[in-house]
């Protein structure tokens, strides 16, 4: 189903940006499992940097995994 989207948003009250984080099969992983936690460490690492980023898995400012 598709909404209108409230008043407030079509008259420009409201600003929205996004970040994303990236992996990518065979690079970054080879399962689903391993994809997702690539992208997501991705995704707080572009969080991290500031609004409105894009990160890639492979990036160096995404943090390496932690031994456990």
């Known amino acids: 189903?598709?909404?209108?989207?409230?008043?407030?948003?079509?008259n420009g009250g409201v600003r929205l940006s996004t970040s994303a984080g990236v992996a990518t099969l065979g690079e970054d992983g080879s399962d689903v499992?391993?994809?997702?936690?690539?992208?997501?460490?991705?995704?707080h690492a572009a969080k991290t940097a500031g609004r409105a980023r894009v990160v890639a898995a492979g990036d160096p400012i995404v943090a390496p995994l932690s031994a456990a």
């Open 33 to 43: 499992e391993s994809l997702l936690i690539a992208a997501d460490r991705a995704l």
């Open 1 to 10: 189903m598709v909404r209108q989207l409230p008043e407030c948003v079509l």
